[in-house]
């Protein structure tokens, strides 16, 4: 695994398996070196920035406290915590090829380097599986009580899976082989050289969870598509008498993917408020016929089942662009390590393996900007937050939906 033409040994731990290279200023002009040193750092501060950003308005804005949205605060703070502590500790090393911190916050930094990109990775599942309940199962998932509904024990639980898959590891493996292979001045995972631990490790860390979002967002979509295609609710028939004896069309059954998501809360809450809405607004005593009466009440429950629609559909929008972009930005550096390792080394060009290493970084620096991209809340809560005066210009009556 070794290169014989290497300086160096440079460093690409960051939520991944490091590799020995050259060090850059072995392969760049001066100039160069500072053009990537100032790209870097502003990559950093983007990061760093745009998640302050979210947690803010997570403090600020009472509209974000969902229990949907905590997993994406979650995802917020995998993503800051890359920006202010792993990236800045890499960059000198990246430049220089040498780790001058010790072995000590050597082994501080590869911990929570691994940590927070796993939590992000299995942030975005929770996020793609929380979604998915919400579309497909509404009524169960609105129904869902007790501690394992509880949003702060999934996402602790995100935490403790993340730490297993790779801190063990990374503490205890010198400790187990009995010495360490990694140099004084380097700064990289004992198990580096061990090519079925990477694979399984990465299989766990991406292509699973990859697989799980897709299955997640292509069943999304999948009810959405049939809830289009047999409509919002169908029409009720006809009175067969004077009295008011509603008959509804058959609905599918439970769990389906269809309008019945929503059909159990608007009858009961339809039922109870019919009354007073239609005296209030019945100009005369004709008005209050069964026909009426019926008339209005599908009105009413085509116009909430529809709404749920669409937000569904927005739901399903967001998720899809959250999701391909982090399948943009993760595969190609897992794609690019398993095939280093099936060719020890020899067919991957360290300039293209370090572009894919940095594209994971990109990753969290471009979760923030996809928020307000696609959810009206966020992007409402940002210009309360950056531009007061905007924002009470755009204010309106109404609560801007997810």
Same mark, same amino acid.
């Given at each position: 695994?070794?290169?014989s033409?290497?300086g160096?040994l440079?460093?690409?731990a960051?939520?991944?398996?490091?590799?020995?290279? %050259?060090s850059p200023?072995?392969?760049?002009s001066?100039?160069?070196?500072?053009?990537l040193a100032?790209l870097?750092?502003?990559?950093c501060?983007?990061?760093?920035?745009?998640?302050?950003l979210?947690?803010?308005?997570?403090i600020?804005d009472?509209?974000?406290r969902?229990?949907?949205n905590y997993?994406f605060l979650?995802?917020?703070?995998?993503?800051f915590?890359?920006?202010?502590?792993?990236?800045?500790?890499y960059?000198?090393?990246?430049?220089?090829?040498?780790?001058?911190?010790?072995?000590?916050? *050597?082994?501080?930094?590869?911990?929570?380097?691994?940590?927070?990109?796993?939590?992000?990775? +299995?942030?975005?599942?929770?996020?793609?599986?929380?979604?998915?309940?919400?579309?497909?199962?509404?009524?169960?998932?609105?129904?869902? %009580?007790?501690?394992?509904?509880?949003?702060?024990?999934?996402?602790?639980a995100i935490?403790?899976?993340a730490?297993?898959?790779y801190c063990?590891?990374i503490? +205890?493996?010198?400790?187990?082989?009995g010495h360490?292979?990694?140099?004084?001045?380097?700064?990289?995972?004992?198990f580096?050289?061990?090519w079925?631990f990477?694979l399984c490790a990465?299989?766990?860390e991406?292509?699973?969870p990859?697989?799980?979002?897709?299955y997640?967002?292509?069943?999304?979509?999948?009810?959405i598509?049939?809830?289009?295609?047999?409509g919002?609710?169908q029409?009720?028939?006809?009175?067969?008498?004077?009295?008011l004896?509603?008959?509804?069309c058959?609905?599918p059954?439970s769990?389906?993917?269809?309008?019945?998501?929503?059909t159990?809360?608007?009858?009961?809450?339809?039922t109870?408020?019919?009354?007073?809405?239609?005296?209030?607004? *019945?100009?005369?005593?004709?008005?209050t016929?069964?026909?009426?009466l019926?008339?209005n009440?599908?009105?009413?429950?085509h116009?909430?089942?529809?709404s749920?629609l669409?937000?569904d559909?927005?739901?399903?929008?967001?998720?899809a662009?959250i999701?391909?972009?982090?399948?943009?930005?993760?595969a190609?550096?897992?794609l690019?390590?398993?095939?280093?390792?099936?060719?020890q080394?020899?067919?991957?060009?360290?300039?293209l393996?370090?572009?894919?290493f940095?594209?994971?970084?990109?990753?969290s620096?471009l979760?923030?900007?996809?928020y307000?991209l696609?959810h009206m809340r966020f992007r409402?809560a940002?210009?309360?937050?950056?531009?007061?005066?905007k +924002?009470?210009?755009?204010?309106?009556g109404?609560?801007?939906?997810?």
């Amino acid at each position: 695994m070794h290169n014989s033409t290497a300086g160096t040994l440079h460093v690409a731990a960051a939520c991944n398996e490091t590799r020995p290279t %050259q060090s850059p200023s072995s392969e760049f002009s001066l100039g160069v070196l500072v053009l990537l040193a100032f790209l870097m750092v502003l990559l950093c501060l983007v990061t760093i920035l745009g998640n302050i950003l979210v947690i803010l308005a997570f403090i600020l804005d009472r509209n974000l406290r969902h229990r949907s949205n905590y997993f994406f605060l979650n995802l917020a703070v995998s993503d800051f915590a890359v920006g202010v502590f792993c990236m800045p500790l890499y960059i000198p090393y990246a430049l220089t090829g040498t780790w001058h911190l010790g072995q000590g916050l *050597c082994k501080v930094w590869l911990v929570m380097d691994y940590l927070v990109c796993a939590a992000s990775v +299995f942030s975005i599942v929770l996020i793609s599986y929380d979604r998915f309940l919400s579309v497909t199962k509404a009524i169960s998932y609105r129904a869902q %009580q007790g501690i394992t509904s509880n949003p702060a024990i999934k996402m602790v639980a995100i935490w403790v899976l993340a730490f297993l898959l790779y801190c063990p590891a990374i503490l +205890f493996w010198e400790h187990v082989a009995g010495h360490s292979a990694v140099a004084a001045d380097q700064c990289y995972a004992e198990f580096f050289d061990n090519w079925y631990f990477l694979l399984c490790a990465s299989t766990l860390e991406f292509f699973v969870p990859l697989l799980l979002v897709i299955y997640f967002n292509m069943h999304i979509f999948h009810s959405i598509q049939r809830r289009q295609r047999q409509g919002s609710v169908q029409d009720c028939e006809p009175p067969r008498s004077s009295s008011l004896s509603w008959r509804f069309c058959p609905l599918p059954r439970s769990g389906a993917s269809s309008p019945s998501s929503e059909t159990e809360d608007s009858v009961s809450s339809l039922t109870r408020s019919w009354r007073p809405a239609l005296m209030a607004n *019945c100009p005369s005593r004709t008005e209050t016929s069964p026909t009426a009466l019926k008339r209005n009440f599908s009105v009413s429950f085509h116009s909430r089942t529809g709404s749920k629609l669409q937000r569904d559909k927005k739901i399903a929008k967001s998720l899809a662009i959250i999701v391909c972009v982090f399948a943009i930005c993760w595969a190609p550096y897992s794609l690019l390590m398993i095939v280093r390792g099936a060719c020890q080394g020899k067919c991957i060009h360290n300039s293209l393996y370090e572009a894919a290493f940095w594209l994971l970084w990109i990753n969290s620096s471009l979760n923030p900007f996809l928020y307000p991209l696609c959810h009206m809340r966020f992007r409402m809560a940002f210009i309360k937050i950056l531009c007061p005066k905007k +924002f009470a210009t755009l204010r309106s009556g109404n609560t801007p939906s997810l």
